[in-house]
Each structure stands twice: as structure tokens, then as C-alpha cells.
């Protein structure tokens, strides 16, 4: 062991421990929160795992390992706990059932770290973990580490993305306000980790088969690396306000369809839902309407599909925006109002809506019909 006054926090190891603390701070504050519990659990776990990754380059800029050279092995690699970690807090956030063989997924990352245990713990002194690392370990696990998480990284993207059109597709099809629920968050948090995940990736490739690359060439991508992770912390906590809808199979139709003249059928719920303002009802869903008809959720979308061949969604915005036009043309009334009034839950869905229903945005559309 080496003196311990020779550890040297300088501004490499500053640096990248102000932009960890942070992460660790979403961390615990996911892990408190009451909302979405299993999906901010396997957030917090995500961002734990990627700021726990830089740990050595912490250390190792501080000299901590010249002082401790026997925490050679000491099991901060997550690498292949994240992208399994990852997937499993997408998933959670839009389905409710049990994680089934998905909790298998995590197998990987658990193998890694017992592996790292036992290196830590049963190789004995650092000369012979550091003879062993050069023997065994550099030539023959950190290629295999690697292209398991390569293999893992592109399995998780292409599911995601897979989750992602799904998520939307039934959002349009059972949530009036599906625009609140678009998981637009998730794929800035999905491009983030893309990038930080494409920053290591070519950091592995050059230090694995190009040339091995020194703490201070790693640096400006390590440190790229825990920024852009505590800037996903800090989306993913401004984004996750409320529970989020979750995908559930369809109930079966009670009704006969083939004996149903389904455009009379959604011009009576069109009617029905009109006269009585649901529309108005920010929160409103499919299977709100389904209940106060006695029928279920198949029963109207397929009444919606077959009969105006819209999206429940697209049912319910139509009805606002029409109620939005109508006190546009007859009120004063500021556009956040008549966003509330209308069934908006905040302006810039009013805005985002409105200009795709109408081609022009709430402002045009009342100065235009002002002249």
C-alpha cells in the first residue's frame, strides 16, 4: 500500500464527481418517490449502474490506485447490468404484469459482478491480479464483455423501439389524452443513452482492437459520458409526474359486430359523449366511455374504428377542438383558458392539437376568423 498524502483530488476527478453526484442524487430521490415505483426502481438502478461504471476513472485521476493498487478488480463494472436494466424500466412504465422470463435478462450483469468478486477477493495480492489480468483476463474476457454488451446494447434498441410504437398505438387507441402519455420523454432519455452508449462503444473499440488509450486520452469521453447520465436523471424526474397508462389486452366484444350498423353506433356515441360534455373530462379514456354505456372498451373502438374510422384519441380531440373553436370565435377569453375549458390539460398540447386538427395554431385561427 502506498501513502495515502499522495492521493491528489485534482480537477479531472473533481470534475467527473460533480457531474456523478448529481446522478446519485436522481437516484435517491427515484428510489423515495411513491410514483411509478417498479419503473423509477429500474431508472434509478440504470443511472446507478452507469455512474457506479465511473468510479475507477474517479479514482484512478486521484491516484487511488497508485495509493491501493489491491482494488484492482474491484467490481465497478456494470456494463452489462445497464442495457438489461434499461429495457426493464421501459417496460414497467408501460405494463403492469409480472416481469416473467424478463427478469432473466439480468443474469448477464449478475455473472459480471459475482465474476469481479471473485477476482477481487481470490487472486490475492495486486501483482497477481495484475499478472492475471495480463494473461487471462485483457485477452480473453474484455473482448467477450464487449461484444456481449455491443449484442446487448443493439437487442434493447430495436425492442425499445418496438415497445415505443406499441406504447403509442394503444395511448391513440384507449387515452384522450394520449399527447400527456407520449413517451416522448423516453426517447430523449433513449438518444441520450444511445449517444452515451455509442461514446463507450467507440472508446472500447479503439482501446480493445485499435491501440490502448491512457485515463487522460479516455477523459473527454468519460466525462461526456456521466453528463449526458445525469442529464437523463434529470429528465426522467420532470417527466415521471403521474402514473402512466399501461397496456392491457383487449376485452372480447359482448355484442355480435357482424349485426351491428357500426356507423348509426358511433353516431350515437358521438352524440351521447357530446350532449354530456365528457369530452370535456382531461383524463377521460376509453374505458370511462365503455363503463357509462354498459358495453367495453373493444365495443367502442370498434364502433370508432368501423364507424368514423378514427382513434378514440382522435375522437375526443375532435370534439375540443370544436368546443376550443367555438369560444375562440365567441369570447376573449386567453388561449390557457380556453385550452382548460375545452379539456386541454396544458396549453402546449391546446397548441400542439389544435394546429393538427386545424392546420393553424388557436392565435391564427382567431385572428383569421376576426377579419
Not at 437523463?232 to 355484442?255: H, M, Q, V, W
Not at 386541454?344 to 385561427?365: H, I, L, Q
Request: glycine letters at 4%.
Amino acid at each position: 500500500m502506498g501513502d495515502p498524502a499522495n492521493i491528489d483530488i485534482g480537477w479531472r476527478s473533481a470534475l467527473m464527481l460533480a457531474a456523478a453526484l448529481p446522478v446519485y442524487g436522481c437516484v435517491l430521490f427515484l428510489l423515495l418517490r411513491s410514483i411509478e415505483r417498479r419503473a423509477s426502481g429500474f431508472l434509478a438502478a440504470t443511472l446507478f449502474a452507469a455512474a457506479f461504471l465511473m468510479t475507477p476513472q474517479i479514482l484512478g485521476y486521484a491516484n487511488f490506485y497508485t495509493v491501493w493498487p489491491g482494488l484492482t478488480y474491484f467490481p465497478f463494472n456494470t456494463k452489462l447490468w445497464i442495457p438489461a436494466l434499461f429495457y426493464l424500466h421501459a417496460w414497467c412504465l408501460m405494463h403492469d404484469q409480472p416481469l416473467g422470463w424478463r427478469k432473466f435478462l439480468l443474469v448477464p450483469g449478475l455473472i459480471q459482478t459475482i465474476y469481479y468478486l471473485w477476482a477481487f477477493t481470490a487472486l490475492g495480492d495486486y501483482r497477481s491480479k495484475w499478472a492475471y489480468d495480463e494473461a487471462f483476463h485483457v485477452p480473453y474476457i474484455v473482448p467477450v464483455e464487449s461484444a456481449l454488451v455491443i449484442i446487448g446494447v443493439g437487442l434493447v434498441v430495436v425492442a425499445i423501439a418496438r415497445m415505443l410504437r406499441q406504447y403509442r398505438h394503444y395511448l391513440q387507441a384507449t387515452q384522450s389524452a394520449a399527447s400527456d402519455f407520449d413517451p416522448r420523454w423516453i426517447v430523449r432519455l433513449f438518444w441520450l443513452a444511445g449517444v452515451a452508449a455509442l461514446a463507450w462503444l467507440l472508446l472500447e473499440i479503439v482501446d480493445v482492437w485499435v491501440m490502448s488509450l491512457s485515463y487522460n486520452e479516455q477523459y473527454p469521453v468519460l466525462l461526456l459520458m456521466i453528463v449526458l447520465v445525469a442529464i437523463a436523471g434529470f429528465d426522467a424526474l420532470s417527466s415521471i409526474r403521474e402514473p402512466f397508462p399501461k397496456i392491457t389486452a383487449p376485452e372480447p366484444a359482448k355484442d355480435s359486430p357482424e349485426q351491428k350498423d357500426w356507423k348509426a353506433e358511433s353516431h350515437s356515441l358521438r352524440k351521447q359523449v357530446q350532449d354530456e360534455q365528457w369530452y370535456l373530462e382531461p383524463r377521460l379514456t376509453i374505458r370511462d366511455v365503455a363503463t357509462r354505456r354498459a358495453t367495453n372498451e373493444t365495443y367502442i373502438s370498434r364502433a370508432l374504428n368501423k364507424g368514423l374510422g378514427i382513434t378514440f384519441n382522435a375522437f375526443i380531440n375532435g370534439l375540443r377542438v370544436e368546443h376550443a373553436r367555438h369560444i375562440l370565435t365567441s369570447s376573449d377569453e386567453s388561449l390557457i383558458q380556453v385550452a382548460f375549458a375545452s379539456g386541454f390539460n396544458s396549453k402546449a398540447t391546446f397548441n400542439r392539437v389544435f394546429k393538427d386538427m386545424t392546420g393553424e395554431t388557436p392565435s391564427a385561427y382567431r385572428r383569421s376568423s376576426a377579419t
